[in-house]
């Protein structure tokens, strides 16, 4: 039940405000900070696996613990958000990444900078939720998937850069000032935060959060058969994308003997693919291309790319270009599908927007951390079973996204058929 606190009044952040060019950027980055937070450090795995004298591919765990904070904090910012506002929580995330992104600077042992990487997890966490539920809370149709596309095609920026700038900092500057680079960022986004941005919440909409309330409302979501179906939609496709990210490493640096500047190009190659559909859905919602249509068009890609990287292994290639191929329609695939997917899931929940768009998300890191292990399984840390672990992971998660899909058809047709 909302908690009514004075009169109906429009959001303090106008709608001029959320179309600015700045604002779109500070969403933008806020959105990136997971996949830069991820990505960035790829590179210099091996550097910190001999400074700290661990064990090759121990480097992988300071992925894992990231994406376990993640997974974690979604699910606490989300009712808070709904209760205090997004911009108490951007403040609260934002604070916790830049001490963490000091702490794992300055990290003396492996242990210490786990331990930090786990806060910037949940720093991340409550910073990357709140994007998604500031555009709904101020825009909705096709505006605001129009918009939520092209938050996304400049989020594409992050993981297509994030190795170049590990990269080049890595070789610059040592593999520590890359965790200091993540600070420098969640300083200016902090300064940003608390001088430009106005909340988008009004208090007529706030939320209790009395722990009853905080589970029915989840409770409401998970058993909302088009938000979860949307949401696992889009769940499902990043699942398929983050196989890919786990296991490139093992796959090219590895098994293609590739040099870390390779290693980044190939990124820099399929990341931007991811962009370029984000762009398209924003052009294609503006003009009022339906939802559907669009999402055919990505789930094409996205069955030929998972098909076309299971059956490499048998196919006879040795070379590169096709595995470059697959992952970059499947990249292209999902950006194309996420704003819709998204828009899809959090209509028929306005009201609690912080908490759909919160469990969305930690939903979304835990399947993350799943295809992360099955990639790491079924490759056996055998380079050469790196690529078959690849694709049958992103088969797996492209046959379970088609399928949420299917279903999300049929419960909007069903509604639409007894209305």
Same mark, same amino acid.
């Given at each position: 039940?909302?908690?009514?606190?004075?009169?109906?009044?429009?959001?303090?952040?106008?709608?001029?405000?959320?179309?600015?060019?700045?604002?779109?950027?500070?969403?933008?980055?806020?959105?990136?900070?997971?996949? @830069?937070?991820?990505?960035?450090?790829?590179?210099?795995?091996?550097?910190?696996?001999?400074?700290?004298?661990?064990?090759?591919?121990?480097?992988?765990?300071?992925?894992?613990?990231?994406?376990?904070?993640?997974? #974690?904090?979604?699910?606490?910012?989300?009712? @808070?958000? $709904?209760?205090?506002?997004?911009?108490?929580?951007?403040?609260?995330?934002?604070?916790?990444?830049?001490?963490?992104?000091?702490?794992?600077?300055?990290?003396?042992?492996?242990?210490?900078?786990?331990?930090?990487?786990?806060?910037?997890?949940?720093?991340?966490?409550?910073?990357?939720?709140?994007?998604?539920?500031?555009?709904? $809370?101020?825009?909705?149709?096709?505006?605001?998937?129009?918009?939520?596309?092209?938050?996304?095609?400049?989020?594409?920026?992050?993981?297509?850069?994030?190795?170049?700038?590990?990269?080049?900092?890595? #070789?610059?500057?040592?593999?520590?000032?890359?965790?200091?680079?993540?600070?420098?960022?969640?300083? #200016? @986004?902090?300064?940003?935060?608390?001088?430009?941005?106005?909340?988008?919440?009004?208090?007529?909409?706030?939320?209790?959060?009395?722990?009853?309330?905080?589970?029915?409302?989840?409770?409401?979501?998970?058993?909302?058969?088009?938000?979860?179906?949307?949401?696992?939609?889009?769940?499902?496709?990043?699942?398929?994308?983050?196989?890919?990210?786990?296991?490139?490493?093992?796959?090219?640096?590895?098994?293609?003997?590739? $040099?870390?500047?390779?290693?980044?190009?190939?990124?820099?190659?399929?990341?931007?693919?991811?962009?370029?559909?984000?762009?398209?859905?924003?052009? @294609?919602?503006?003009?009022?291309?339906?939802?559907?249509?669009?999402?055919?068009?990505?789930?094409?890609?996205?069955?030929?790319?998972?098909?076309?990287?299971?059956?490499?292994?048998?196919?006879?290639?040795?070379?590169?270009?096709?595995?470059?191929?697959?992952?970059?329609?499947?990249?292209?695939?999902?950006?194309?599908?996420?704003?819709?997917?998204?828009?899809?899931?959090?209509?028929?929940?306005?009201?609690?927007?912080?908490?759909?768009?919160?469990?969305?998300?930690?939903?979304?890191?835990?399947?993350?951390?799943?295809?992360?292990?099955?990639?790491?399984?079924?490759?056996?840390?055998?380079?050469?079973?790196?690529?078959?672990?690849?694709?049958?992971?992103?088969?797996?998660?492209?046959?379970?996204?088609?399928?949420?899909?299917?279903?999300?058809?049929?419960?909007?047709?069903?509604?639409?058929?007894?209305?």
């Amino acid at each position: 039940m909302n908690e009514r606190r004075g009169p109906q009044s429009p959001a303090p952040q106008g709608k001029k405000d959320v179309r600015s060019i700045g604002f779109l950027i500070y969403l933008s980055t806020l959105s990136g900070l997971n996949a @830069l937070g991820t990505a960035i450090g790829f590179p210099a795995f091996p550097a910190m696996e001999t400074a700290f004298h661990v064990p090759k591919g121990s480097g992988a765990l300071t992925l894992t613990v990231f994406l376990a904070g993640f997974s #974690i904090a979604p699910l606490i910012c989300g009712p @808070l958000s $709904d209760r205090f506002g997004r911009r108490a929580i951007i403040l609260m995330g934002l604070s916790a990444l830049l001490v963490s992104s000091i702490g794992c600077t300055f990290a003396p042992s492996m242990s210490v900078m786990l331990f930090f990487r786990v806060i910037q997890g949940i720093g991340a966490g409550f910073s990357v939720v709140m994007p998604t539920a500031i555009i709904r $809370d101020l825009l909705e149709g096709d505006i605001a998937r129009s918009y939520q596309g092209q938050v996304n095609a400049i989020l594409g920026f992050a993981p297509l850069l994030a190795p170049f700038l590990g990269n080049i900092i890595y #070789i610059s500057f040592g593999w520590r000032m890359i965790y200091a680079f993540l600070g420098a960022a969640s300083f #200016i @986004l902090l300064l940003y935060t608390i001088f430009r941005f106005r909340e988008s919440l009004p208090l007529s909409r706030r939320q209790s959060i009395a722990p009853r309330t905080i589970g029915k409302n989840y409770l409401r979501l998970l058993t909302n058969p088009v938000y979860l179906s949307a949401s696992l939609t889009y769940i499902f496709t990043f699942g398929a994308v983050f196989a890919f990210v786990s296991g490139s490493s093992l796959a090219f640096q590895e098994y293609f003997k590739m $040099d870390s500047t390779t290693y980044s190009m190939i990124f820099f190659c399929t990341s931007s693919c991811m962009m370029i559909g984000a762009f398209l859905s924003a052009f @294609l919602s503006r003009r009022g291309v339906a939802t559907y249509a669009q999402f055919n068009t990505g789930f094409a890609f996205i069955l030929v790319s998972a098909l076309t990287l299971f059956f490499w292994p048998w196919m006879g290639f040795t070379g590169i270009a096709l595995i470059v191929i697959g992952a970059s329609m499947n990249e292209f695939a999902f950006g194309l599908n996420t704003p819709n997917s998204i828009h899809e899931a959090l209509t028929p929940v306005p009201d609690i927007v912080g908490s759909a768009t919160g469990l969305m998300r930690s939903l979304q890191m835990g399947m993350a951390s799943l295809a992360s292990y099955l990639v790491v399984r079924l490759a056996d840390a055998t380079p050469e079973k790196s690529v078959f672990a690849i694709g049958t992971t992103m088969l797996i998660c492209s046959l379970l996204s088609f399928s949420a899909y299917l279903f999300l058809r049929f419960k909007k047709r069903a509604r639409t058929s007894g209305a």
